[in-house]
């Protein structure tokens, strides 16, 4: 009898400890969540992108655009969207280098950020020699020419970039621009806005990853102030160009968090580290990952021999086009993100306080609200017949500047016509030789009144210049 209970208890025992080893087994055996391969997948995970800055001139390196199309899914520019190159001589413009890279990318499935509407760098000849008023009316038309060009094509523009001083204070540096007003960095972001709403507009500045430097908080008073008033700004860019004199910073994460809490999103938008310090591109890459509305990260270049620093390979693949250790730091970052955190839709107007008031401006429940990164806008406060576009100055194209009104009625009729008015025309107009209404692109000439079927909208709106390429209102039609 005892014989019989101790055997069926040593029994029991194997069949029990049979039944852990197959759990654990079994455990062991789950199938893991697969981890990305490139940076991009790994950034998509958790809705974010990751970038790198592109030469024109290397777009026919093929080993250059193998590992850019499969790393990456966002482009900067690195030169072809400055000043000095999309506006050499005043009032003539030059798109093709950056159109180029936009081709490129547009074709391999990245998007593009513009870099950059307003800075003190790399300006032509001809800017630096402008002051004053010249220098102001300069700078709001490139902004509107400029973003005229790219409506609807890019997912960002840094608008200005720069701006404050490296002396250890909160000042602006001082340059011709801001010698035409402290108002300078305003009239930039209102001026692109009036252009183009749906595109992130940011401001773009190098040391302002430690939230302890003066210059850090410059920033931020700027960007807290322009929230207040409802200046339009959505997001701000962190250089994160580290170097032997400014790596890292332990409160990186708190800066980038600091600025998201006052409404922008946040970016990293021109990384490199000095011989690409793994501990540190992990860390940059961790401090952005923590933040909701930390949108993605850019490294400026691909390959340490395409760096503008690159005697100090600070980039995440090398010369010959082989991934560093820091490139597989940041990844193994990426990947433990993983797809938690997702950011918030941040295109999606967050600040009631910039926004017009009024029931015309309450969101439906039954609106697509896009997420992620690359979202766009897909309404816009004004909206239906009785919409107002935003006034719009047009000048320039070799005429004496005037002003010209856009206004109501924009409509769209009951049979799908699209039908406008232009008042408060000077007389002066007349002597140009093109009036004429471009709506989504298409031209209707010597008509201040007049209808069209409509044309498709992009991303949402009907965006529709007035004699010329630059004079861009919006709304939408429903
Ligand atoms: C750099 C480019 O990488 C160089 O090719 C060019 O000669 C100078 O500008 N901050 C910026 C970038 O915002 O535009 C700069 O890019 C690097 C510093």
């Known amino acids: ?36 391969t490139t940076l991009g997948a790994a950034a998509a995970q958790s809705g974010r992108y990751f970038g790198t800055a592109i030469s024109n001139g290397k777009l026919g390196d093929s080993a250059y655009t193998t590992i850019a199309a499969r790393e990456f899914n966002m482009v900067t520019p690195e030169n072809e969207l400055k000043i000095d190159a999309t506006e050499p001589q005043q009032n003539v413009f030059s798109f093709t280098a950056g159109d180029s890279i936009l081709n490129w990318a547009t074709s391999h499935g990245l998007k593009m950020r513009g870099h950059t509407l307003a800075w003190h760098s790399q300006q032509p000849g001809w800017m630096q020699s402008l002051t004053g008023t010249a220098l102001r009316n300069a700078m709001i038309n490139h902004i509107q020419k400029v973003m005229a060009h790219y409506v ?5 523009w840094d608008v200005v970039n720069e701006a404050y001083a490296d002396d250890g204070t909160q000042n602006r540096r001082q340059s011709n621009l801001q010698a035409t007003g402290n108002d300078w960095i305003e009239v930039a972001f209102r001026t692109a806005d009036a252009v183009e709403p749906g595109v992130r507009l940011c401001y773009n500045d190098y040391n302002i990853e430690n939230w302890s430097a003066a210059k850090t908080q410059g920033v931020y008073n700027m960007v807290k102030d322009f929230k207040a008033r409802g200046v339009p700004i959505d997001c701000v860019g962190f250089q994160t160009h580290f170097t032997g004199g400014s790596s890292l910073p332990s409160n990186f994460q ?7 809490a006052l409404g922008v999103d946040v970016a990293l938008t021109e990384v490199d580290v000095t011989q ?18 930390c949108i993605g990260i850019t490294v400026w270049g691909v390959r340490d021999s395409d760096s503008w620093r690159a005697s100090e390979a600070p980039l995440l693949f090398d010369g010959s086009g082989n991934k ?22 941040t295109l999606q107007p967050t600040n009631t306080s910039t926004q017009p008031v ?23 406060p004004t909206t239906g017949p009785s919409a107002t576009p935003v006034p719009t100055t047009v000048g320039g194209g070799g005429c004496s500047p005037v002003t010209a009104t856009i206004t109501a009625p924009f409509t769209k009729d009951g049979a799908g016509t699209f039908c406008w008015q232009i008042a408060t025309i000077p007389s002066y107009v007349n002597n140009w030789n093109n009036n004429s209404v471009t709506i989504n692109g298409t031209n209707y000439t010597n008509i201040y009144v007049g209808s069209a079927s409509l044309p498709a909208k992009i991303n949402g709106f009907y965006y529709i210049s007035y004699n010329g390429s630059f004079a861009w209102s919006h709304l939408e039609v429903r």
């Open 276 to 293: 690409a310090n793994t501990t540190q591109y992990a860390g940059l890459t961790q401090a952005c990952m923590n933040v909701a509305r």
């Open 358 to 380: 009024g029931p015309t401006l309450t969101r439906t429940p039954t609106q697509v609200v896009t997420t992620g990164p690359t979202a766009t806008r897909t309404s816009t």
């Open 254 to 260: 708190t800066t980038l968090s600091s600025f998201a």
């Open 152 to 156: 609807g094509k890019l997912a960002a």
């Open 1 to 36: 009898m005892l014989k019989k209970t101790k055997k069926t208890a040593l029994l029991l025992k194997l069949v029990s400890m049979a039944l852990l080893i197959v759990m654990i087994q079994s455990l062991l055996t789950l199938p893991a969540m697969a981890a990305a």
């Open 324 to 345: 560093k250790a820091a490139y597989t730091s940041v990844l193994n970052v990426l990947n433990s993100v993983g797809g938690t955190p997702q950011p918030t839709n």
